[in-house]
């Protein structure tokens, strides 16, 4: 029996089980699998190594292991053996790095975070040059941005983003060391209070394989990491707005216009997410590569049941955008199609 022979949806499921008992690492050190590379199956909210769930669900089915170098694990492989059972395959083509914030040895600007949260909150980004420690390669423009609070009490997550340029050198933020230090720009779109962070320990009962600790440079996490640390962090932040409301202290987030703007964000700031993991940060349609104003366009309005999805998902540049929401173009093979020829245009307006 080969890959092709495999249909049996029930034999999924039960690699699915298998791969929750076990819990990751052991599970592909068990049945001979490394990590996705690119392509993750996605399951009631938690998310697996394609290729191994494809392997051990043919030895359910069959009685046979489906061995690592047996088959691909692509479209043309476990992608395409799973959509043909209905399951959900996300490709994930950039995974992400965690940088550290150590608040006794570098003061951020307390009017400058504020200024970035209230960005955030009005639905757009705030971007922030970011010390990368000793790491002076491999992250590029568009990667997935952790920011962890170390050094004190409060020790998690407490910021996201997206890398909104690769690394460049600058002055170092410590006056006692005169040579350049690598750093990036990040487009941060959530930004919490250091008591708001997600705890440390939570992450690593969550995250496969979380990283115990960091060396200065902080640390890489793979495509199905990232995933599964954006949907608990989603799920965190949105814990952390509702309880918002309720405090009197804080009455500029509680007020109803602000909560209706978090609402309508975390969809759309999920969907996001997503595209900026698949596909490369620029606009689909002319090519404007400044992330921090890049948006996720529907193929298929969401209005109209269009799933917020990879495949019915492509970023935009907001006047690309809009013009494709009027009607104005459509998609053909990521190519634009235009109803009118003399509405066509490419160069989007400069942000002010």
């Known amino acids: 029996m080969a890959l092709k022979d495999l249909n ?9 089980e298998e791969y929750d008992r076990l819990k990751r690492v052991p599970f592909l050190r068990t049945y001979g699998f490394g990590t996705a590379d690119e392509y993750v199956l996605a399951h009631d909210g938690r998310y697996y190594d394609s290729k191994a769930i494809v392997g051990v669900a043919h030895l359910f089915q069959s009685g046979e292991l489906l061995s690592n170098l047996a ?15 209905d399951f959900e395959v996300i490709p994930q083509r950039r995974g992400s790095f965690v940088l550290l914030w150590n608040p006794s040895l570098w003061h951020w600007d307390e009017q400058r975070r504020l200024a970035i949260q209230r960005r955030i909150l009005a639905g757009g980004t705030g971007s922030e040059p970011w010390s990368t420690g000793s790491r002076k390669k491999d992250i590029s423009k568009g990667d997935r941005i952790f920011l962890f609070l170390v050094g004190q009490q409060e020790r998690g997550l407490v910021a996201s983003g997206h890398a909104a340029s690769n690394i460049y050198f600058d002055k170092q933020w410590a006056a006692d060391h005169p040579e350049p230090a690598p750093h990036i720009s990040v487009a941060w779109d959530k930004l919490l209070d250091p008591p708001e962070v997600l705890p440390w320990e939570t992450i690593q009962r969550t995250v496969p394989g979380f990283p115990n600790r960091y060396q200065g440079g902080g640390a890489r996490l793979d495509g199905l990491q990232t995933l599964t640390l954006n949907a608990l962090w989603q799920e965190h932040a949105n814990e952390v707005s509702l309880a918002a409301l309720g405090d009197p202290a804080r009455p500029e987030v509680a007020a109803s216009y602000s909560y209706a703007i978090v609402k309508r964000r975390n969809h759309q700031q999920q969907f996001r997410n997503l595209l900026l993991g698949a596909y490369e940060p620029r606009c689909t349609v002319c090519g404007f590569d400044q992330i921090e104003i890049l ?6 309005p969401d209005s109209q049941g269009g799933a917020s999805s990879v495949e019915n998902g492509r970023l935009m540049c907001p006047n690309h955008h809009r013009a494709h929401d ?3 173009f459509h998609l053909q093979r990521d190519r634009p199609i235009w109803t009118n020829a003399e509405t066509e245009f490419l160069a989007p307006a400069r942000p002010l």
């Open 8 to 16: 049996d949806r029930q034999a999924v499921l039960r690699a699915l």
């Open 295 to 300: 948006e996720a366009a529907h193929l298929i």
């Open 326 to 328: 009027a009607g104005l």
């Open 71 to 85: 088959f691909k694990g692509g479209k043309k492989g476990a992608v395409r053996a799973l959509k043909d059972m």
